[in-house]
């Protein structure tokens, strides 16, 4: 298991005649949070479809520990070790909140079709690991009193941590987040900071976020995209620091305001 | 840059252990009802089982096939259930696997009479699960309208095969045979009728364990997801493509086996039957029963058959022409759709539960 948990190299996507991301290179350490950040289509979502197989990229290699994933589809993720949170949860509205996240156990099951069909064989413990494995992840996300609601039903905040709780059941090695913060209170965003940074105990995360106070606080490293290419790539001092960042935000020099800065307009409200 | 007041990442609290607390926490959720669920079905099977052997003892062969009737649709809507209900694909084909079915009984009855009952509609399944292999496999890249629209002409293309091949499979008055009756050793205790609706009944309640330890297990749970968000379900490791093509085999293969419940019935089987009207009937009196559930699938087939007894009994008491007596049962069948959607938008079986409270969590709202 040598080389980092995720490894892209001079990735680039081209739909039709747009170059979404061109030569991207970036590596996930293990053990790490590594912030993917840049104004609105920069290309940050691109990345995430293509590390998780709904995009096809037209050049450039992902590693997972240096061995290339080829031609990898969606449904192969938990297999590889990878789960991604959806921007919009992507939970299932006529679902419950324990089924949901039964769903993301699945991978734990091992029968196959016949005893799907029967209930026989290794149908009960299956279904008995992969309830239990739920349940435990509704605990750990303090969702258990849900358990039979319907998602619909929902504050924002709890079906936020019910699909969070369904990424991470099964103790993914590669946590993909895709706007974790947004929508969220001050306090629950903290309370998300400290969950991303604990993950860092069982695997790492690629977190895209708008919320720079979020990227700052839990982030081991910041990947800065711009109109698909890495323009920065550092500690978040160091991002933070760079000039060309500064630009990609606020356009040439003269601008009257920071959007890097912690204390953005999400701060003020927030403060409230 | 403007001045920060938190420091970044270095002041960060200490790794929280999550599962410590998830471990010490009680446990939430019921526990499974008692048992396996093979058992738990199968007892609720055996018990209807029952009450269709003292049904069919209390009164008269007209009440014995209208039973029967009752069970195989039962189970042909069962089966569109889980492919509509539970995986979210919209089929108006389904009257072409009862075809499959009656069929393939028909011609094994015809061609090869030694061939075991049991036999006849194992065959008969298969080759149901054969062709929803093939048309699940099609139209696996076809979604709602589109799907909908193969479907249908499937529907009122299949029916004409029959028409095509007049030497092997009849023609318009299609195959007929003798259907094996009852044991002679039971011949004393069950007439020919009754024991066709308990046979009926004994397919119908294997199919419907079947079905529903599928649908309340791992497949329903994996066809629910990808019928709600399909990118969601994939990433979770659920392949969409095969599991779309596992609910349209299964649920062609409960449909082809009611088709051979239905030639064993009647002892025939011709493509009138398995016209375009009964897709469409199958698929409305889903909704009708209620999208969702195998009881939604039980409402539908008691519909099915007595709206239609009704329709019959009305347009003889009206004594109206042969032409609008025809299609009164369909017209009537139509109104009483749309009064109970009207009524009820998620069916019978919906508006049963609502009242009952059957759930503490507030019910669902547009399910499709």
């Not at chain 1, 350490?29 to 096809?56: C, D, E, M, Q, Y």
């Not at chain 2, 968000?229 to 349209?248: E, H, K, M, Q, W």
Request: glycine letters at 12%; charged letters at 15%; proline letters at 6%.
């Amino acid at each position: 298991m040598d080389g980092h948990v995720l490894s892209v190299e001079q990735l680039t996507v081209a739909f039709g005649g747009l170059t979404a991301l061109d030569r991207v290179t970036f590596d996930v350490p293990h053990r790490s949070v590594v912030g993917l950040i840049g104004p609105n289509g920069a290309g940050k979502t691109t990345v995430f479809n293509a590390v998780s197989g709904v995009v096809r990229p037209r050049e450039g290699t992902l590693r997972r520990h240096g061995r290339p994933l080829r031609r990898h589809r969606p449904h192969h993720l938990p297999r590889l070790g990878i789960s991604r949170m959806l921007q919009g949860l992507g939970l299932f509205p006529g679902m419950t909140v324990l089924e949901n996240v039964m769903v993301g156990a699945d991978p734990l099951a091992t029968g196959g079709l016949p005893g799907m069909l029967t209930g026989l064989g290794r149908a009960p413990r299956d279904e008995r690991r992969v309830r239990e494995r739920a349940e435990a992840a509704l605990h750990e996300f303090g969702v258990a009193d849900t358990a039979h609601a319907l998602p619909g039903t929902l504050p924002y905040g709890v079906q936020k941590r019910v699909a969070l709780a369904r990424a991470c059941v099964c103790s993914p090695e590669l946590l993909l987040l895709d706007e974790p913060a947004s929508g969220l209170a001050a306090d629950e965003v903290s309370e998300l900071a400290e969950r991303v940074r604990g993950m860092r105990a069982h695997g790492s995360v690629l977190l895209v976020e708008h919320h720079m106070d979020l990227v700052m606080r839990v982030c081991d490293r910041v990947v800065v995209l711009d109109f698909g290419r890495v323009i920065a790539d550092g500690t978040p001092d160091e991002v933070r620091a760079d000039p060309a960042v500064e630009r990609a935000y606020l356009g040439p020099p003269e601008g009257d305001g920071d959007l890097l800065a912690p204390d953005g307009p999400e701060e003020a409200r927030d403060g409230r | 840059m403007a001045p920060t007041h938190r420091a970044p990442a270095s002041d960060a609290r200490p790794d929280t252990a999550g599962p410590a607390k998830a471990a010490t926490a009680t446990r939430a959720g019921r526990r499974p009802a008692l048992g396996h669920p093979l058992l738990r079905h199968g007892l609720w099977a055996l018990a209807a089982l029952a009450a269709v052997a003292l049904l069919t003892a209390a009164t008269g062969p007209v009440t014995d096939l209208r039973v029967a009737d009752v069970g195989l649709h039962l189970l042909a809507v069962a089966g569109l259930q889980l492919l509509v209900g539970t995986s979210g694909q919209v089929s108006l084909g389904h009257g072409a696997f009862m075809f499959v079915g009656a069929y393939t009984m028909a011609l094994l009855v015809v061609n090869l009479p030694a061939v075991p009952l049991a036999a006849g509609m194992a065959a008969a399944c298969a080759a149901g699960c054969l062709a929803g292999l093939a048309v699940g496999a099609a139209t696996a890249r076809l979604h709602g309208p589109y799907l909908a629209g193969a479907t249908l002409m499937l529907a009122v293309g299949l029916p004409a095969v029959a028409l095509r091949f007049p030497d092997l499979l009849g023609g318009a008055n299609g195959l007929a045979f003798t259907a094996i009756g009852a044991p002679p050793a039971l011949s004393g205790l069950v007439d020919d009728t009754q024991w066709r609706a308990l046979v009926v009944w004994t397919v119908a309640l294997i199919g419907l364990v079947v079905l529903a330890t599928a649908t309340r297990g791992r497949l329903g749970r994996h066809l629910r997801a990808l019928r709600d968000d399909p990118t969601a379900a994939a990433l979770s490791g659920i392949p969409v493509g095969r599991a779309r093509v596992t609910a349209f085999v299964i649920s062609a293969g409960a449909g082809s086996l009611a088709g051979a419940c239905q030639a064993y019935v009647l002892g025939t089987a011709t493509p009138s039957t398995y016209a375009l009207t009964l897709s469409l009937v199958l698929l409305a009196a889903l909704v009708l029963g209620g999208l969702g559930s195998l009881w939604g699938a039980f409402w539908a087939a008691l519909a099915i058959v007595y709206v239609e007894v009704a329709g019959t009994e009305l347009a003889h008491a009206l004594e109206l022409d042969t032409d609008v007596r025809n299609n009164l049962p369909v017209v009537f069948f139509g109104a009483v759709l749309i009064i109970i959607v009207l009524a009820w938008p998620r069916g019978v079986h919906g508006a049963l539960s609502a009242l009952g409270r059957h759930r503490s969590t507030p019910s669902q709202t547009g399910d499709s």
